[in-house]
């Protein structure tokens, strides 16, 4: 266990700040143990920036139910203790989102893409065909994103549940659900029944 708020329930003198830094570093351990998970899925820092706002959310709620309890009043009020912890999730968003970006300019700078010269016969040939295979998976992925995201996420707002939480219902790990969404992979048959169900609809009606 993180954080064992049972600690704080029998206090010796007031320790104000102690308590708002405990809570604090439980909501940061949590938030920082799916971020990174996060941050390997998309390059998009305003992709990123909607699945770690999710997240601080999902986590606020979760610590709120510790941040609540009336013996921490001794301490600091309960405004103090839930601002401590947005202020927290919020600041560790921020550095992810500058990560990301910094990420993005280092390998721009890093892997300039040259021109390409007029090389003829074979050559052109290939350049073409290899240029040509890359779009084409890029468009098929953001195709097949679109398709799935317009069926799902409307059952998902109905329902009140996030992509998390759709992959906890089904008993899966989160990244099954965002490689989904994100176009990048086909669930395997027995994955795609779990999600289905978790989502209350049949396994054929859910996209390909």
């Not at 600091?76 to 300019?105: F, P, Y």
């Amino acid at each position: 266990m993180l954080f064992d708020p049972a600690s704080l329930d029998v206090p010796k003198q007031r320790m104000r700040e102690t308590v708002k830094q405990q809570l604090r570093e439980y909501s940061a351990s949590l938030f920082e143990a799916e971020a990174k998970h996060r941050s390997r899925r998309t390059s998009d820092p305003e992709e990123l920036r909607s699945w770690l706002d999710e997240l601080s959310g999902e986590i606020e709620a979760e610590v709120k139910t510790i941040a609540e309890k009336r013996q921490l009043d001794y301490h600091c009020t309960q405004t103090e203790r839930l601002q401590a912890v947005h202020d927290q999730l919020q600041s560790q968003t921020e550095q992810w989102i500058d990560r990301v970006k910094r990420k993005g300019e280092t390998s721009s700078q890093k892997v300039p893409v040259p021109p390409i010269e007029p090389v003829g016969g074979w050559g052109d040939r290939w350049v073409n065909k290899a240029s040509t295979a890359i779009g084409d998976t890029e468009s098929i992925a953001e195709r097949r994103s679109a398709k799935r995201k317009n069926f799902v996420d409307p059952v998902l707002r109905k329902k009140g549940m996030t992509p998390a939480g759709w992959a906890a219902e089904a008993g899966l790990d989160p990244s099954v659900v965002y490689d989904y969404l994100s176009g990048k992979s086909k669930p395997r048959p027995e994955s795609r029944n779990l999600l289905a169900e978790a989502l209350g609809v049949d396994e054929p009606e859910l996209p390909d």
